[in-house]
Structure formats: C-alpha cells, structure tokens
C-alpha cells in the first residue's frame, strides 16, 4: 500500500478502536443506570433515561475537545480546567438550571442532559475502578521508560510503602485532634481516622507529569513522581480493604498476612497475564488489531480477575502487567504496530481522563454539603496533609538521596507540592459512603472531606505547580544545549534560504511576494552563550548516544536486529546516558560481560541429561552476542557519519575552530574504539564458530531482501505499475515470509569428532566402523573465553581436543604457554588416572571434543584393541608437553609441531626389547628404559638418545625425524 492509503488505514482503525472503547464504557454505564433505576435510584426506568449515561459520554467528549482546543493556552492543567467545568456543570444542575429554572419539562433535551448529569453525579464508584483504573493505571505504567523507572523504583517504593503508613498515621493523628479541640469529627474514633488518612494519601499526579512533561523538566523527576502514584495507588487501596474489613467485620486473619497476600498477588497475576500475553504476541507477526486488542483485553482482565476473583491488588496487577509490556513487550510488538499501539493507548488515556474528571466535577457539586465548621475542618485537613507529606519526604530524604538517581531538594518540592487527590480517593471515599453498617455521620463525612481535598488540591496544587517549577529552575535549559539549538535553527535557515532561491526559478512560483514568504523563515538569533568546552563535549556525546539508540530500535524494526539484542543494546545506551555524557562513549563494560556465556550454561554442560538444552542455549546466546555485535558496529559506523552535524559547532576565531576539531577527533578516537571493538569480536567468533556466523548472516541477508521486495511492491503501487489489491495481495506474500523467518532460528552445523579423526595420520590403518566407534565416544563442549576447560590438582574425568579457538595454560597462577586447535589436553593424565597436571583457560570461545574416564572404562573394556589407540592421544599430548621446552622444536611454528606430532606412532615394549633411535625420538609414555646401556629413564620422559633397552613393559611414543625440515 502507498504510505498515504496506509495512513487513512491507520486513522481508521484508530476511530474503529476509540468506537469500541467508547462504546464498551456506554454499555455498562447503560445497565447501571437501569439497575439503579430500577431501584430507585434513578427515576423512573423509561427508555428516555437509559440513555442517559450515553448522552453525557458524548457531550463530555466534545466538552474535553473544545476545552482542548479553546483553553490551550490557559495556564490551568487540562484535568484540572474539565474538573471545574464538571463542577460548574453539578452546580447548574443543583440549583435547577437544566429544569425547573427554565419550566422546562422532563421531554426536553436539555433536561435530559440534566438527568445524564444526575447519573453521572451519582455514579457506583466500582464503575470508576473497574472502567477507568485499567485504562490510566496500565497506559501510565505503558509509557513509562522501564529504565529510568528501575533506578528511580525504590525511592517510589519508599513513598508508596514505608510512606505511606507513615502518612495515615500523621493523618489520623491530626483528625483524631480536630475531634479532641472540638472542632468537627467528634463521632470518629481512630480506626475510621486511619481509613480516612489511607484514602486521603492516593495520590493522582496527571495533572502534575502532564505540566512536568510540558515545561521540559527531568524525565528522572516525573518518572518518581508518576511511579510513586501508581505503587501508592496500589498499596492506598491494599491497605483501604484491610481496614474496611476491620471495621465492617468483613476481614479475617491477621491484617499483615492480608496485606502481603493482596500486595504480592497482585504484583504476580499481573507478571503471569504480561508473560502470557508476551508468549502469544511471539506468534503474531504485523496484525494490528490482535495485538492491540490483546494488549487492551489483557489489562481489563488482569484488574477483573485480581479484584473480583483473587481478591489481589488489581492495581499492582496492572502496574506489573504495564511495566513488563514496556519492557520486554515492547520488542514482542510487531515494530509496525508499536508506534500505532501507543497512539491508541493515548486516545484511550485522553478519554478516560476527559471523562472521570468531568465526573469527579460532577460528584463534588452534587454530592457534598459543606456548614461553615466543614469548610473549617475541610481547610485544616488540607493544611495537615501539606505537613504530613512535607514531613514524611524531609523523613526518608536522607535515604532516598543515596538511592538510584537521588533526590535533590528541589525535585523533593516538587515531589511534595504535587501530591495530588483524585480520582482512587474519591472512589474509595465513595465505597465508604454506601456502606450502611458505619454510622451515617463519619462516612458522611469522609466523603465529603475527601471531595473536598480533590478540589483544593486540583485548584491551588495544580495551578501552581508550574509557577513552583519555574522558580525553583528546573526548566532551565544548559548553555550547551542551548548553544546545539539555535545552531539547529541557523542551520534550518540557511537550508530555508537555498529553498527559496530554487523556489524562485519555478515558473508556477516566480509571481509570489518574496517578501512574505521570507517572514517565514525561523528566526535566527545571535546569542552568545557561556558553554564551557567540557559542557560541550557532554552535551555532543548524549546527542551520539541517543542516534546511536535510534540507529538500534530502526534496525530492529528492519528486522536485521532481534528483539533480545534490541532490548540489551538499548538498556547499555540507557546506563551510559545516565553519566550525562561524562563518560567515555567505549566505556562499554556492561556490553563486553553481554557477549559472554554466562556461567550457568557452562554448568550445565556438565549435566548428562541437560546437554541437549545446554547445546541450544549455548548456540542461542552465541547468536545472540553474534547480533549485538553486528547491530552495535552499524550503529558506530552511522554515528561516524553524522558526527560533525550532532557537533556542536563554534563559529569563532582559529583557537576556537582549533578546539572544535580536536573535540571531534576525540568522539572519533571514542566511536572507532568501539567499532574496532565490535569487529574483533565477530571476527573471533567469525573463526571460532563459523557455522553460527554463517547462519545468522544468512537470516539477515534473507530479511534484507525482502525488506527491499516491500519497499520495490510499495514503490511500484505509488507509480501506478500495481494495483491495490495486487499489491496487498504480494506484501502479505512478504510478511508470511518475514513471520517464517522470525519462528525458524538458524540452523548450525554442528562439529563432527569423525571429521577430526579421520585426519590423523595414525588411525588411517582402523575401519570405518572403528573410527564411527571413537567418534560416537566423545562429547563436543563449547567454552566461553576465561572460563575454565579443567582446573590443576583436579581429579581427571576425561580428556579433549581442542577443534576451534585457542585456550591458555596456566600452572601455580603462572602463564606456560597458549595451545590452539588441534591440541590435546590432558590425555595422558587420564589415561594414568592422574589429577590434571595443569588449568586450561579459553582464551576466545573453545569448541573441544571430550572423551570421559568412565566412557573409557565401560565402552572400550570391550575393545581392548581400540582402548590401546587411546595411548595414541596420551602420545599427542605429553609430546607437546616435552617438545616445546626443547631446542630446536621450542623454535618451531604451532603448526609446524602440531603435524609433526600427529605422524607419532604408539609401540607397546616387552621387556629387553632394544629400540634403534637413529633419526627418531622417544616419549616414554609408561615404564622404564636404559638408554644407551647406562642410563635409566622413567615415564613420563623425552629420549633422545640413538638406542634404548626397555626395562619391562613399557609405552612409547615415537616420533621420526628425517622430514621433520619440510614440515610447516
């Protein structure tokens, strides 16, 4: 399809989705109005008036458009402006304005607004929980940056948890003391204090994040303060159903054990919905309405089936659900669909909010009565929970300060000003209202209050908290930055400029007025900044960084990047940016330990029954290391391209151009320390484990090619060449195969042991038969560089040959040598049973052969004939041992020795067997010899001698000199 038939798609399927939700919201809105009707509460139930609910979903979302678009530039939030419009709105109604005000009768359509209004202002709060919560809590937890939000969890936890009892308790205690002054609450006792101090401390930050996000202010700062909301909605309502329960006697068993059920159940249902729903978008590829509707359905039943079943914390389902979808979802997501996955979740956000506040507006108005003393008591609580949250922040601010990204003073006043009421709190204060088993008077009351708090809060708070962010500058932006945008902007000109002079030679454009259309050019301004050179440097590395990150999340969305490798390079990209560009860009710690095996799967290959999925795993991270480095290289090579354009540039005298070329050359050092880096790697890997290299390039290559036949079908159908069907018809062709590709991992070839034998010069006299016996008894083992192939003074269990990569020796901490393919590691120690004489360390990722002391005893008892050919690989490896210490083989090339080694020759001796050395030399592998009628050798030993006499029965080794010059 053409990109603009593909964007009308898009912007249908967006109205397509916001009809359904919408409409899902009427239907139960509908049927709550005519239960309540039904009972009373409502009227009478005619068909009118069950429509009710409808009518006022509709008006509230032109009401949220208009005040969208007329009161944009109003200083008031726009959550805030439709909680006063909803409140306005409850008073018209209250005072008669859409009825009796006008002799207006019932039929009418204002007063059927009027009755909507009604509906709307005597809502079940369970309706608020079960509708709205599901869509804000999870598109909060969606949108928010899973890394800022890891660093910044524990502070939230702190404020949400710890905090939060703390503030009940302060809470209580200042209600408890209004009712001993005399002043209100006097049939409250301290159970229903503290009820009230856990509704009155949920906090809702919307407003506040939405100003936060809009000032431009520290994504570190919102993270805390939005993340602290959702955990402290959560923990509000977990500790709400523990004290509700106490006081209504519908709790039972201790109310710590309920506590931590309902916290922690919630976190873990939430876990296992995103683990379910992240397994099943694995087999979907491109389809945009599964994978949203999966997303959407998922949320409403993890919330449903936590509060309505388990008896868990919907909300901390929800928060978990939402957070494991924006991190490890993210990548299950098909790229296509992510960008439009957001936009949905955002209308659905838009419209939640739009509507609960106008509600929440509504239920004030309607339903709260306020004396002179309840606006006293109303005024004083405000002031407490000020204090309180004041107090409980200054309290845990000398931890917090340490954790994660801190918390500086400033963003703590903030963090204490825009502790917002809304919603969660109402809702509750809600539930408490409607039950009949408290005595009238306080849960009366605890209502009112809490409606009273939403308002103050929402009105002072909230306006103001841009005007305390100002102050306090949290929105001034660095010299450096400063100095890279009106560079931006001189370059947009200059660009712009070039634009008008090709403009003015098109003949359809000659006639314009020049002179207004130069009133279009941005405006450049000459201003002169204070940037220190380092400021620079920092600012142009997080600029490298966040195109490097870009360059990751557009490769994956190619397809050429899985969305493991996609997720690991973007987390490293995340740690680095959290220095601020102080650090080197090749400071890549984190991502060198990535592409090593971890040391679990090397345990596990010393597991008989988990070799098979050890082998798997093994070849899976070698893939996956395979696909961070490549993606990683890419990204540095794009980053060397466009590293002038992210520079900031300093237009001044020669000392200063001095400088700026010198700060490019280092990021250039910096880049191209990472490049060399990377390619190492694939290089090593490239030697090492040919087969995984070969077949992950072949998937790229595949996926490369028909990303190419979808760009050529798109192309083709925006020059006419193809018909629409005809090009949906090819571009499903395309998917399909895009989809097999993404199920179908690369196939490897695995080593053959038989391959290796077959090349050695002394096993050419066995059968095939024999050779497929000795293959089938060894096992092939990968090592990862620096892990341990066996340890010195260990006991022996078996021997390998080394088939790729190269591993050091090591003997009393002290460096011997390094041996590559082809050697033969700890043969003769097996066959001796003796401990390993030495530590063999991978010095790049090892494929070895082993063969066990247990496959020896029990399979090769049975061939004592083959059982003495093991003596050869004894022969292999002690003449290595030997013969590199020795001039002249100390002088010769690994390869060189290696091959004159392998023309050996095991010799089982009798005793007084006399051997003639001439042009031959001796490994005495077992026994004692005489060597030239005078001295006795004992094994293990190197002759060199022209004669021996063995002893008694002895193993040799023997080794032919005469060609040994044409070896190499």
């Not at 991190?327 to 909010?353: C, D, K, M, Y």
């Amino acid at each position: 399809m053409s990109t603009l038939a593909l964007f009308f798609s898009k912007i249908s399927l967006l109205f397509q989705a916001g009809f359904v939700w919408v409409s899902g919201l009427a239907s139960p809105f509908a049927n709550i109005l005519l239960s309540s009707s039904e009972s009373g509460g409502g009227g009478e139930a005619t068909g009118h008036t069950s429509m009710a609910p409808l009518l006022f979903i509709i008006i509230s979302l032109f009401i949220g458009v208009a005040t969208r678009h007329w009161l944009r530039k109003v200083a008031i939030p726009y959550t805030i402006s439709l909680l006063i419009i909803g409140f306005l709105l409850g008073i018209a109604y209250r005072v008669g304005l859409f009825s009796s005000f006008w002799g207006l009768t019932e039929e009418s359509g204002l007063a059927f607004f009027g009755e909507s209004i009604n509906w709307a202002g005597h809502i079940d709060p369970h309706v608020i929980l079960f509708i709205f919560l599901p869509t804000l809590i999870f598109e909060a937890a969606f949108a928010m940056h899973v890394h800022t939000f890891k660093k910044s969890f524990t502070n939230a936890f702190i404020l949400a948890f710890p905090g939060i009892f703390v503030a009940l308790v302060l809470t209580g205690a200042a209600c408890m003391l209004i009712k001993v002054t005399n002043i209100g609450l006097s049939q409250w006792d301290w159970k229903i204090a503290l009820l009230f101090g856990v509704i009155i401390s949920a906090t809702d930050p919307v407003a506040v994040v939405s100003i936060l996000k809009e000032v431009g202010a520290s994504k570190k700062l919102s993270t805390l303060i939005d993340g602290e909301s959702l955990l402290n909605d959560g923990s509000a309502i977990v500790i709400f159903m523990v004290i509700f329960g106490m006081i209504t006697g519908s709790g039972g068993g201790s109310a710590l054990a309920i506590f931590f059920k309902v916290a922690v159940g919630g976190v873990v249902l939430g876990m296992a919905v995103g683990w379910i729903v992240v397994t099943w978008l694995k087999k979907v590829f491109n389809d945009a309405l599964f994978e949203i509707t999966v997303v959407v359905g998922a949320a409403y039943l993890a919330f449903f089936v936590a509060e309505h079943f388990a008896h868990v914390s919907g909300v901390l389902a929800l928060v978990s659900y939402g957070i494991m979808m924006a991190g490890i979802g993210r990548t299950r997501v098909s790229p296509q669909v992510a960008h439009f996955l957001h936009e949905f979740w955002e209308l659905a956000s838009f419209l939640a909010n739009t509507l609960i506040f106008l509600i929440v507006g509504v239920v004030i108005a309607l339903r709260v009565s306020y004396t002179a003393r309840d606006f006293l008591v109303v005024l004083l609580i405000y002031l407490a929970i000020t204090i309180v949250r004041a107090i409980v922040i200054t309290l845990f601010y000398p931890i917090m300060k340490h954790i994660g990204y801190g918390l500086t003073p400033k963003d703590g006043v903030v963090a204490w000003w825009g502790g917002l009421r809304g919603a969660v709190g109402l809702a509750l204060s809600l539930i408490v209202a409607s039950e009949v088993s408290m005595a009238i008077e306080p849960r009366t009351q605890i209502f009112s209050i809490t409606a009273g708090i939403v308002f103050l809060t929402s009105v002072v708070n909230a306006t103001t908290i841009k005007f305390l962010i100002e102050k306090l500058g949290l929105t001034k932006v660095g010299e450096a930055r400063l100095q890279l945008f009106h560079q931006t902007i001189s370059m947009l000109r200059k660009g712009s400029e070039k634009e008008i002079t090709k403009l003015k030679e098109d003949r359809f454009m000659s006639g314009a007025d020049w002179e207004v259309v130069a009133e279009y050019l941005p405006e450049e301004k000459d201003i002169k900044t204070d940037a220190k050179d380092l400021d620079t440097l920092f600012e142009t590395r997080k600029r490298l960084l966040f195109k490097e990150k870009e360059s990751y999340w557009r490769q994956f969305s190619e397809g050429v990047l899985s969305p493991a490798a996609v997720q690991n390079l973007s987390d490293e990209i995340d740690h680095l940016l959290d220095y601020n560009g102080e650090v080197s860009l090749a400071k890549r710690k984190d991502l060198e330990q990535m592409w090593q095996t971890p040391k679990i799967l090397l345990f596990l290959q010393t597991l008989p029954l988990l070799g098979a999925f050890w082998k798997k795993s093994f070849y899976r991270k070698l893939a996956l290391s395979y696909d961070c480095a490549r993606g990683f290289v890419v990204a540095q090579e794009e980053n060397l391209k466009s590293l002038s354009s992210l520079t900031v540039g300093i237009s001044g005298d020669a000392a200063e151009q001095a400088k700026e070329v010198e700060k490019i050359s280092g990021l250039e050092d910096e880049i191209n320390e990472n490049r060399i880096m990377g390619l190492t790697f694939l290089r090593n890997l490239k030697d090492t484990f040919p087969e995984v290299y070969h077949a992950i390039e072949t998937q790229i290559a595949s996926r490369s090619l028909l990303n190419h036949q979808m760009v050529t079908i798109q192309k083709l159908e925006k020059q006419g060449r193809l018909e629409p069907a005809d090009a949906e018809g090819l571009e499903a062709v395309i998917q399909s195969q895009m989809k097999q590709i993404i199920d179908s991992p690369p196939q490897y070839k695995q080593t053959e042991s038989l391959r290796y034998l077959h090349s050695l010069k002394a096993l050419n006299k066995c059968s095939e038969s024999d050779l497929e016996f000795f293959a089938s008894q060894f096992n092939e083992k990968m090592f990862a560089t620096n892990a341990k192939i066996c340890h010195e003074d260990s006991q022996s269990d078996g021997f390998y040959i080394i088939i790729r990569g190269s591993a050091r020796i090591e003997k009393d901490d002290q460096l011997i040598r390094v041996v590559q393919p082809g050697s033969v590691i700890c043969a003769y120690d097996t066959l001796r049973k003796s401990p390993y004489w030495a530590t063999f360390i991978a010095e790049s990722p090892v494929t070895a052969i082993k063969i066990s002391s247990s496959a020896i005893q029990r399979k090769f008892a049975k061939k004592p004939e083959l059982k003495d050919k093991l003596w050869l690989f004894a022969g292999y490896d002690m003449a290595e041992r030997l013969l590199v210490k020795v001039h002249p083989w100390s002088d010769w090339r690994f390869r060189k020795l290696r091959n004159f080694i392998n023309r050996g020759e095991v010799v089982f001796a009798k005793a007084n067997e006399e051997f003639d050395l001439t042009n031959k030399i001796v490994v005495l592998l077992k026994g004692e010899v005489t060597e030239m009628g005078e001295k006795v050798l004992s094994s293990p030993c190197l002759i060199t001698g022209d004669s021996i006499k063995v002893n008694f029965s002895s193993i040799l080794f023997i080794l032919n000199e005469e060609n040994d010059v044409n070896e190499g």
